[in-house]
């Protein structure tokens, strides 16, 4: 079957929410005579794989989509560019493929930033027939020890956020209910209580900063500025850290006064310990880090 788009799935988002939407999307873009192919997601990184393996085979047989219509929130267009590198890792002659969202995700702060930016609507089919597509700004990274590259749409977080995500994420892979919810909010404490603060070292705009008590480092992307913003957070007292739990905890956007922030269109972050990271609630594991953080564009259809 010929095939115009390729969608993505993930009918675990926002809490298994996400698979009661997909009936009604459906139906639209069958009764639009929307061309596509079906692809489903079902566990972490199973996304990247899907549409590298994908768009490697699509191009050999010249049949790339126009586009890639991603069904979820953060995590999924997340993983779906990060899909796009990995085909082209494997042959760079593989564009850049569009993407549309359709936002059912728990968080979709991506999605929002770009519609409050073009103060666009949510009728994707309207937007599929438009086909108007523009490069946004999103994070890169490269990690120089583990030579990975990878992006992120809105931040990329070591020390404590990323501690809360990892251990969100493994009580994610047991059976959601009332039990595991109790158990997961509890075990936060532990958490705030064994927090320990590393050294980072910080290299932007000709200038080195030595930060000897860090307890957590999150580089943000905002998509209307060219510079990424590093935000460092020092003093560590109990209602500060309950304070950033709860906006991690709710994916609240961070705004601590007392914080070290410094803005670049290039910034270099060494860690000497070991700790975990995440971009954008999908985690990178425990590591030391050499870090660069910049900014690259990528198409997006609105």
């Not at 995700?105 to 073009?118: D, L, R, S």
């Not at 009580?171 to 109790?182: D, E, G, Q, V």
């Not at 590393?198 to 905002?222: C, S």
């Not at 309950?242 to 972050?269: G, P, Q």
Request: positive net charge; charged residues 25%.
């Amino acid at each position: 079957m010929n095939t115009d788009y390729l969608v993505i799935f993930n009918p675990v988002a926002n809490k298994r929410r996400a698979k009661h939407q997909w009936p009604e999307i459906k139906k639209q873009l069958d009764a639009n005579d929307i061309k596509y192919r079906l692809k489903i997601t079902r566990r972490p990184l199973h996304c990247v794989f899907i549409i590298s393996h994908y768009l490697v085979t699509s191009f050999r047989s010249d049949s790339l989509p126009k586009a890639i219509i991603v069904i979820g929130g953060d995590g999924t267009v997340h993983e779906t560019i990060e899909g796009i590198h990995a085909a082209q890792s494997k042959n760079e002659s593989i564009p850049n493929v569009p993407v549309l969202i359709i936002p059912t995700g728990a968080n979709n702060n991506f999605y929002t930033h770009i519609k409050q930016q073009h103060n666009m609507n949510n009728n994707f089919i309207e937007q599929i027939k438009n086909h108007h597509v523009e490069n946004h700004e999103i994070g890169l990274f490269d990690e120089h020890i583990k030579k990975q590259r990878g992006i992120f749409l809105n931040n990329l977080g070591i020390g404590l956020d990323a501690n809360v995500f990892n251990l969100k994420n493994n009580f994610i892979s047991h059976k959601i209910n009332l039990k595991t919810r109790i158990e997961y909010y509890l075990s936060i404490f532990p958490t705030i209580y064994n927090l320990s603060t590393f050294p980072v070292d910080i290299n932007a705009n000709g200038e080195k900063h030595k930060i000897k008590k860090a307890f957590m480092v999150t580089a943000l992307n905002h998509d209307n500025d060219n510079d990424i913003e590093l935000l460092v957070l020092t003093r560590k007292n109990i209602f500060q850290l309950c304070y950033v739990i709860m906006r991690v905890l709710f994916k609240r956007e961070l705004k601590v006064k007392s914080a070290f922030r410094i803005t670049s269109d290039n910034i270099h972050v060494e860690i000497p310990s070991l700790e975990y990271a995440h971009a954008d609630g999908e985690t990178l594991g425990s590591r030391f880090y050499d870090i660069e953080y910049r900014k690259t564009k990528y198409p997006f259809i609105y």
